[in-house]
């Protein structure tokens, strides 16, 4: 069965330290895909980034960068020179391919609250 | 402009009083999933459908029924809630290209039950 592990609870920081959410994943399958999902205080889940178990690449988007890695099932995501904005509950998600994906089930952590002071 | 609809997106309720929970989306997508999100558990698949009429039990489905009548509709029902079913409901719609189609979440329903 796929697990995911996020073992921060919630990380307090001040505005523009970075800040590092670890993930790490369990799963029996060679192909799956690993997200990212912020929740700001209104509730909605956004969006923020997919990756292929093939593809061990780094992401950098903007202030935001992924490591990938499969030798240790980690994905962390960190938030370079944070700002208040990007206070938000953060969700790792793993999905597994092929029939066994039960309708492209994610399989959330617990979730990461970050808050940033000004 | 694509989007998964929910409605109500807030709802107090009382232990045995039936419930619908609607979810539309407009992007013809075939897979649609119901989520329910707790402190501290994340997100948890409750039911999901493949396609019209093909429903199925998602992790956490003891409570609930669902049904596909239509593509786009996919709406959660609770025929005796109970308090444990308090929580933060989102629908999520995606194609079928494996997990490679993004999942559109809807902005959720915060249902309580008394």
């Known amino acids: 069965a796929q697990k995911v592990t996020q073992a921060q609870t919630e990380i307090s920081v001040v505005e523009k330290e970075d800040v590092t959410l670890d993930c790490v994943y369990e799963t029996r399958d060679t192909t799956y895909y690993l997200f990212w999902y912020k929740q700001p205080p209104s509730g909605e889940l956004v969006f923020l980034i997919r990756?292929?178990?093939?593809?061990?690449q780094n992401e950098i988007s903007g202030r935001y960068s992924w490591n990938f890695q499969k030798s240790t099932s980690s994905f962390n995501f960190t938030i370079t020179a944070s700002q208040v904005v990007d206070s938000a509950v953060y969700f790792c998600a793993l999905s597994e391919a092929g029939i066994k994906a039960a309708g492209n089930k994610l399989t959330f952590g617990g979730g990461t609250r970050v808050l940033v002071k000004p | 402009e694509a989007q998964v609809t929910q409605n109500p997106r807030y709802l107090i309720t009382v232990t045995g009083k039936k419930l619908t929970v609607t979810c539309s989306q407009n992007?013809?997508?075939?897979?649609m999933s119901w989520y329910r999100q707790d402190p501290g558990l994340g997100l948890r698949q409750i039911y999901y459908s493949m396609n019209v009429e093909v429903t199925d039990k998602g992790d956490v489905p003891e409570g609930y029924k669902v049904s596909r009548k239509e593509k786009r509709n996919f709406p959660l029902i609770l025929e005796s809630p109970s308090p444990n079913q308090t929580s933060l409901y989102f629908c999520?719609?995606?194609?079928?290209?494996?997990?490679?189609?993004?999942?559109?979440f809807g902005p959720g329903t915060r249902l309580t039950v008394l």
């Open positions: 990756r292929n178990s093939f593809d061990e």
């Open positions: 992007m013809n997508h075939e897979y």
């Open positions: 999520a719609s995606s194609l079928p290209a494996g997990a490679m189609g993004s999942q559109y």
